[in-house]
């Protein structure tokens, strides 16, 4: 098992995790890939993730579990890339999916989290937290002119001309 993988998750699960992935490809609205993943979990916009433990590099996908971890998004593992790949309607494998629409799959995705109990996330989470963090005005501040502590240009040059004299 990998080192990034700390969830135990059972053959049900991992089944209808590709179930809930199929629903949401076909009502919602998913990112594939590691890179569209992590950009998306940074966002705040999944709303539920699922990685691939045979991915290697394992390196790829390490840092999504902890990610999901500090922004209280739900995650599971699943054994395969391709199969991952082939629950979303792709012919190649697939590292990482995150659910930013649940579309149909809100019910599935709802008990998947249930049963692994990972953060509890729904798919309008990230939208309530946006929310709730109103942006605070800064004040504007004053720009003071820079003060300029410049000598005249003859003391610049009585000062570079001892400096000459010793060479």
């Known amino acids: 098992m990998p080192s990034y993988v700390d969830i135990e998750v ?8 590709y179930e809930a992935l199929q629903l949401a490809r076909q ?18 916009l999944a709303s539920f993730v699922v990685v691939a433990t045979d991915v290697k590099p394992e390196e790829v996908v390490m840092h999504l579990p902890v990610l999901c971890k500090q922004k209280k998004i739900a995650y599971t593992f699943v054994p395969s890339k391709l199969e991952l790949g082939k629950a ?19 019910a599935a995705i709802k008990e998947i989290t ?3 109990g990972s953060p509890k996330a729904s798919a309008e989470a990230p939208k309530a ?19 300029k502590s410049e000598k005249p240009k003859e003391a610049k040059a009585e000062a570079a001309k001892p400096a000459e004299a010793k060479q």
Not at 27 to 44: C, D, L, P
């Open 129 to 147: 937290a946006a929310a709730e963090k109103p942006k605070e005005a800064k004040p504007a501040e004053a720009k003071k002119p820079k003060e």
């Open 114 to 116: 249930a049963r692994i």
């Open 27 to 44: 009502n919602g609205r998913i990112r594939k890939g590691a890179n569209e993943v992590t950009k998306s979990v940074e966002r705040g």
């Open 88 to 106: 979303i309607g792709m012919t190649v494998p697939c590292a990482a999916i995150a659910v930013e629409s649940a579309g149909g799959a809100a």
């Open 10 to 17: 059972s053959n049900e699960v991992v089944a209808k995790t």
